[in-house]
């Protein structure tokens, strides 16, 4: 069974900073791919950013130049630093892990809230 853990959600200003960070179960070997996705009340969840086994990244426009994703093979974790926080990056965010062999895994989902 396939575990996620995130972490680093919480209360921020409008220009702070904060970092999440999700911790797999598994080892790097079984992840094809890992990200964040987000929702917000009302809203579709949406990718906000995705890292390949090979570190190839990729993020959603509206992150663009403020959020980074890495990862740290040696702790199976991926982590999102997000800078230059705006309200509406308020949301639930959620860690996915693509598989090797296909299966998607959600994490439990962290909240971020950014006041104005």
């Known amino acids: 069974q396939v575990q996620l853990v995130e972490s680093g959600g919480g209360l921020v200003q409008a220009g702070g900073s904060l970092r999440l960070s999700c911790a797999a179960s598994?080892?790097?070997?079984?992840?094809?791919?890992m990200g964040w996705y987000r929702q917000a009340p009302g809203k579709q969840r949406e990718l906000v950013a995705v890292?390949?086994?090979?570190?190839?990244?990729d993020y959603a426009d509206s992150v663009k130049g403020r959020f980074t994703i890495s990862r740290d093979n040696a702790k199976n974790t991926v982590n999102l630093q997000m800078n230059s926080l705006k309200p509406e990056d308020t949301a639930v965010y959620y860690c996915?892990?693509?598989?090797?062999?296909?299966?998607?895994?959600w994490g439990q989902g962290t909240q971020v809230t950014v006041s104005s």
């Open positions: 996915k892990l693509k598989a090797t062999w296909g299966n998607d895994y």
């Open positions: 598994v080892s790097i070997f079984s992840i094809n791919a």
């Open positions: 890292i390949t086994g090979g570190g190839i990244t």
